[in-house]
Nanobody
Framework: QVQLVESGGGLVQAGGSLRLSCLAS????????MGWFRQAPGKEREFVAA????????RYADSVKGRFTISRDNAKNTVYLQMNSLNPEDTAAYYC???????????????WGQGTQVTVSS
């Protein structure tokens, strides 16, 4: 079992930045593939970014490429999502996700966090 706790969400103006953090516990973090997803009101949950257990593979949604960066610190059991050049379309609840066997996708996630709200004002 893996427990995931997100933090770092909040209200930011368009063009601003936020860094989300996800602290994992309950299983050897360095063996877990991690990801971030988001869900806006009235929309389905969508993939944002993912990183392999060793950090060697990273994936991004086209909508965030060049603006968001996913990283991890295995010594701190934490995965991060640095979000720059935010715009109102990035407003959503952001969820941390973990998968034991591969990079998380919308159809492959073993564990979810509770989510943290990001609101970008225009």
């Amino acid at each position: 079992q893996v427990q995931l706790v997100e933090s770092g969400g909040g209200l930011v103006q368009a063009g601003g930045s936020l860094r989300l953090s996800c602290l994992a516990s309950g299983r050897t973090f360095s063996n877990i593939n991690m990801g971030w997803f988001r869900q806006a009101p009235g929309k389905e949950r969508e993939f944002v970014a993912a990183i392999s257990w060793g950090g060697g593979r990273r994936r991004y949604a086209d909508s965030v490429k060049g603006r968001f960066t996913i990283s991890r610190d295995n010594a701190k059991n934490t995965v991060y999502l640095q979000m720059n050049s935010l715009n109102p379309e990035d407003t959503a609840a952001y969820y941390c996700a973990a998968d034991r066997t591969n990079i998380p996708t919308t159809t492959r996630v073993d564990y979810w966090g509770q989510g943290t709200q990001v609101t970008v004002s225009s």
